[in-house]
């Protein structure tokens, strides 16, 4: 097998497989952390085509233009918005002949300013920052006023083991590089010549956002229940990313998630796109980066794109894990005629698991799993469904408020 130079062959072995699954290019890169160009390089030795980029037709598209001419979004901001790629977004404006603005311009007092601050030996990216513009404007401004760069500096490696030791403190190399007056980039070759090793945003060796990555490998209540609620609700990535989105109203269970996972990662908030079931509603997302944590939830069932396919490998017959399950992507209610019910929503393979564990509880039930659709379900009504909400909620330390209130008077 062809591959560059310091590429394992596991590694390249890896990268084919990733590609032949779909994996976009840039979660490749991001998980082996190489260049784009690399790999395709090494895609084309070996016959791969680059997957054909998402085009954007339709109301999307509309929107997009409007944002861009109308309300004069950037393209980048429309792209996090949208959760898609800058150039995906550019080629859209582009396709439809929407003319692009043209790069901001400085005025003959911000022209002087940026040039003294550049002569006062300020960076160019921070009197970008000053001027509220970008980084390549003011290089623009400084070479047509005919100043002469600085060249990069250099750090003498006797500040080596000090500037490695400052890192290895948890200090950041925008917070070193300020001490000695020079880039993140040239800290962090610092830091890598003086041995020591660089934190990554989803490695488990220099963590700095506090989490708890062996919260799954144990067999305790919580990690049963919230195994049930991932494998429904939750999604994992090859990158090392764990992340569950739900409705605001529920966001008192995302920090239900963060305790259990002892994260002190931030709950973020935003609206779905026009293409949701409830367009333009708000919701609140919990995402944590660790690739022993979604390791560990492989091993239980919770696999990159598992929508259609979700499969428990534990826990099949764990009551807390069945209450996660249903607080995910499971209904409970109470019929206007007045018997309850409860139903599940998911895969086939999952729905037909629920049906085992519910005959463990009620050996008669005659209830049989109904596909509508892509979707299958598994349903249960009055006498059974009452059996099997008493002993999922019973004694439960943890559960979704909303739901919970529904079963309490059964309790």
Not at 30 to 37: D, E
Not at 184 to 210: F, M, Q, W, Y
Not at 254 to 275: D, E, H, Q
Not at 284 to 294: D, E, G, N, T, Y
Request: glycine share 8%; net charge positive.
């Amino acid at each position: 097998m062809k591959k560059p130079e310091k590429w394992s062959l596991e590694m390249a072995s890896d990268v084919l497989a990733m590609h032949d699954r779909g994996q976009r290019l840039r979660d490749i890169c991001a998980r082996y952390n190489v260049h784009h160009s690399q790999v395709q390089q090494f895609l084309g030795w070996h016959g791969r085509q680059s997957h054909p980029r998402e085009y954007i037709t339709g109301d999307l598209l509309h929107s997009i233009i409007d944002k861009y001419k109308v309300m004069e979004v950037s393209a980048r901001q429309i792209a996090i918005e949208l959760g898609i790629s800058d150039s995906t977004v550019r080629a859209a404006l582009h396709s439809a002949g929407v003319r692009f603005r043209s790069r901001s311009v400085l005025s003959k007092s911000e022209q002087k300013k940026a040039c003294r601050l550049y002569r006062n030996d300020i960076s160019y990216p921070r009197i970008a920052t000053e001027l509220g513009c970008s980084p390549e404007v003011v290089r623009d401004t400084l070479h047509r006023h005919g100043i002469r760069f600085r060249p990069k500096r250099k750090i003498d490696p006797k500040n080596f083991p000090r500037i490695r030791s400052m890192y290895e403190r948890r200090m950041t190399p925008a917070e070193i590089g300020d001490e000695y007056g020079v880039t993140e980039n040239t800290i962090r070759r610092a830091v890598s010549d003086a041995g020591g090793k660089l934190r990554g945003i989803r490695d488990d060796i220099h963590r700095s956002v506090p989490l708890d990555i062996s919260a799954f490998d144990s067999e305790s209540e919580d990690a049963q229940y919230w195994t049930g609620f991932a494998i429904t609700d939750g999604s994992v990535h090859e990158n090392g990313t764990f992340s569950v989105g739900l409705q605001i109203g529920d966001i008192a269970h995302l920090y239900k998630l963060r305790k259990f996972l002892k994260s002190g990662a931030r709950i973020r908030t935003g609206r779905v796109g026009s293409r949701a079931f409830c367009p333009d509603s708000r919701f609140a997302r919990l995402s944590v980066c660790s690739q022993h944590l979604v390791e560990s939830l492989k091993r239980l069932g919770v696999v990159p794109r598992k929508t259609g396919s979700e499969e428990l490998l534990k826990f099949q017959y764990s009551r807390h894990t069945w209450r996660g399950a249903i607080d995910g992507d499971g209904s409970v209610g109470w019929h206007k005629r007045g018997y309850f019910w409860l139903k599940l929503y998911g895969s086939k393979k999952l729905c037909t698991q629920f049906r085992e564990y519910v005959l463990s509880l009620v050996p008669g039930c005659k209830a049989q799993v109904q596909r509508s659709g892509g979707i299958y379900s598994f349903g249960l009504c009055c006498g059974p469904a009452e059996t099997v909400a008493r002993e999922l909620f019973r004694n439960s330390s943890v559960y979704l408020n909303r739901k919970f209130r529904i079963v309490k008077p059964l309790l």
